[in-house]
């Protein structure tokens, strides 16, 4: 409905409403409005939310998702509508926002899932996932269930959190309606075939237990989706992609300037911007002459048949390498070495490690067909990347900060998919596809209260979207950042403008570490160590803290930083220090963003 139209009659609103709304619309920009508009469905979200977790007492199903970085959100919202689409009453709830005592009324329960850490659930999931492990947890014996796992076969802990899901709900006496569904990456068919599989089951179920199935009665929102998202991007422009690590650096990094003019796309700091790449064509067509295959012979995607050389550049994995392609492989071109590797699950996943697909078949040559290597191949997925840029500041633009991957194995050298598209690539006015993954784990406090970001490398990227809000908020809240890197003069990423920050009074207190400009490596760890007492102060004073970066190395031993200081200077036990933490977690003024 346009503006000019709306009117009391028009419209749920009073007179006086409209007249509020037209006064508050009619000069607003289109980026105003876009964020207006979206603020607005927020609030509609979090009340209609609300409604949703009350009526689920009477719900013939519920869908519970947890979701760290949008997959599962997205499968659970897919799965809803087509329940719905069926006449099935459906209550779509986020685990984050699911009261446990609900449990006991639930008599239908689809729970989808992924796994993050090192097997651990997503933040969503931590609360109900510790709630149904422990004795508080009562009998769930007129329950039936469902559990759909999202994961990655490259982990050691595939499907972890799924898996503790399924097997906690049947120890509460709760009846699987169906086998656990695990999914890799490409996860798309086997969810599509589980979720004709679970309809099938609840149609019966439901039609015969619930005569008010197809009532319009307690029918829950689906959780919003913008226009655009992971399967519908947007074509945006690349502005620019510039190198911010001098010439002697050992890192390439890349400032990346994204133009959503007239998308209409809203971003909040905290979020990620999802990034479809193209596959390198020279390493495509080294990977087609070394299987003596060729570019034009058409293959199968999606039920089109497109070119050989089309389908390794735009649709497969080429450049992360999963278990089952050593097994695929090693069976199609009959290789028993591979196929012995790929029943050991260690030793495969050793072998992926710093393996693309070409290392595979250069050193274990065969012949294969092209139909059995693209059987072979993973789906290609989007990369996500921490949104660097506050709309406040760019308005319709998006940063990046991107670290390109490349590194030297078996004689060659080798990049990262993605990173090597944004930094090497794609050149200024190129058009790329995004979309915008929402991360509400990873948001800043009110504008009075202070906050403490620890982000060496890349992790810089949301704290510099972090202040660059702060600044435009006006907000009072003190602001202090962990910032560390190789050397001060080839890796200070963002330098003059954490120094302009530091100028203005944005930015209370900068510590820096840079690990390889003395004899001693330095680290962000070591800062914290240093500034312990102060650190502590800020967090007894209410900051809020964040982490975001590496998730191998750092993210673990800042942690462990974090809980010597609540030790040392709170004059704790290491117990209490970590309940300390998990409390902050808790209350959300503990948040990882972590890679
Ligand atoms: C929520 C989130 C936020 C993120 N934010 C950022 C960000 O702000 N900036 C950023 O740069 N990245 C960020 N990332 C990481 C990013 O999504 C990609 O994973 C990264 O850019 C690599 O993708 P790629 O396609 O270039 O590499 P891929 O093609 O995925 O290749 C990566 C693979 O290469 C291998 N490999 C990598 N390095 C080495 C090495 N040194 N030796 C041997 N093997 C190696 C490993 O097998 C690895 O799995 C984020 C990730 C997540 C989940
Ligand atoms: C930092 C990180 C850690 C992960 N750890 C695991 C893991 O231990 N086990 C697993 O099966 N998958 C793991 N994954 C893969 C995710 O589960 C997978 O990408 C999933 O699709 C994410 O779904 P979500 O977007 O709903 O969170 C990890 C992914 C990331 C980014």
């Given at each position: ?17 409209v ?82 005592k609900l ?44 559990v ?26 709760a ?5 656990r569904?695990?999914?890799?990456v ?82 909040q ?6 990034v ?13 002459e ?156 009110a ?5 403490i970001?620890?982000?060496p ?58 690990s ?10 070591d ?21 975001c ?26 117990e209490?220090a ?18």
């Amino acid at each position: 409905m346009l503006l000019q139209q709306l009117n009391s009659l028009s419209s749920p609103l009073s007179t006086q409403q409209v007249d509020s709304l037209k006064q508050l619309t009619a000069n607003a920009s289109a980026v105003e409005l876009s964020w207006i508009s979206g603020y607005l469905a927020g609030i509609s979200q979090a009340t209609l939310g609300a409604v949703a977790v009350q009526a689920s007492s009477n719900a013939s199903l519920t869908v519970l998702y947890a979701s760290q970085t949008g997959n599962a959100k997205g499968v659970a919202t897919q799965v809803a509508a087509a329940a719905k689409e069926q006449g099935i009453e459906v209550n779509l709830v986020s685990m984050s926002a699911y009261k446990t005592k609900l449990l006991k009324q639930e008599t239908h329960l689809l729970v989808v899932v992924s796994t993050h850490g090192e097997g651990e659930p997503p933040d969503d999931a931590i609360a109900l996932h510790g709630f149904l492990g422990s004795k508080r947890a009562s009998k769930l014996e007129s329950l039936e269930f469902a559990v759909l796992g999202l994961g990655d076969t490259s982990y050691e802990f595939y499907c972890q959190t799924a898996m503790d899901f399924d097997e906690r709900l049947i120890a509460l006496g709760a009846k699987p309606m169906l086998a656990r569904q695990d999914c890799d990456v490409d996860y798309d068919d086997d969810v599509l075939a589980w979720q004709q599989q679970i309809l099938t089951v609840l149609a019966d179920t439901l039609t015969q237990d619930n005569t008010n199935a197809a009532s319009n009665h307690g029918v829950s929102p689906m959780v919003a989706s913008s226009q655009y998202n992971k399967k519908n991007p947007y074509g945006a422009t690349l502005l620019a992609s510039q190198k911010i690590t001098s010439r002697q650096s050992s890192r390439d990094v890349r400032h990346v300037e994204i133009s959503l003019e007239d998308s209409g796309i809203s971003y909040q700091p905290g979020d990620a911007l999802g990034v479809w790449f193209d596959n390198d064509l020279a390493l495509v067509k080294e990977l087609i002459e070394l299987t003596h295959l060729s570019e034009e012979q058409s293959v199968s995607f999606n039920e089109q048949q497109i070119s050989l050389s089309e389908a390794l550049v735009k649709h497969y994995e080429l450049t992360q390498l999963h278990p089952g392609f050593v097994a695929a492989y090693g069976a199609a071109i009959e290789n028993n070495e591979l196929i012995a590797l790929s029943e050991d699950k260690s030793a495969v996943r050793e072998f992926i490690k710093d393996r693309q697909v070409i290392d595979v078949v250069r050193q274990y040559p065969g012949a294969i067909t092209s139909e059995l290597l693209i059987g072979a191949l993973r789906k290609l997925t989007p990369r996500l990347y921490s949104i660097a840029s506050s709309q406040s500041e760019v308005e319709d633009e998006v940063h990046l900060t991107v670290a390109l991957v490349e590194y030297d194995a078996f004689d060659e050298k080798h990049q990262g998919g993605a990173s090597s598209y944004l930094s090497r690539r794609l050149e200024e006015g190129d058009t790329l596809r995004v979309y915008v993954e929402p991360n509400d784990n990873f948001r800043l406090p009110a504008p009075d209260k202070a906050v403490i970001m620890i982000g060496p490398g890349t992790g810089i990227a949301p704290f510099r979207a972090f202040l660059q809000q702060r600044e435009n908020d006006g907000a009072s809240g003190q602001n202090w950042l962990f910032f560390g890197n190789q050397h001060f003069t080839d890796d200070f990423l963002y330098q003059t403008e954490l120094q302009d920050f530091k100028d203005n009074g944005v930015l209370n207190r900068i510590d820096l570490a840079f690990s390889r400009d003395q004899e001693h490596k330095i680290y962000v760890q070591d800062r914290i160590r240093e500034q312990g007492q102060e650190l502590l102060s800020w967090l007894d004073g209410g900051a809020s803290l964040y982490i975001c970066g590496d998730g191998n190395a750092m993210a673990k031993d800042v942690e462990q930083a974090l809980i010597d200081v609540i030790c040392q200077h709170g004059n704790k036990s290491t117990e209490q220090a970590q309940q300390y933490l998990t409390d902050l977690h808790s209350n959300k003024r503990f948040q990882k963003d972590v890679y």
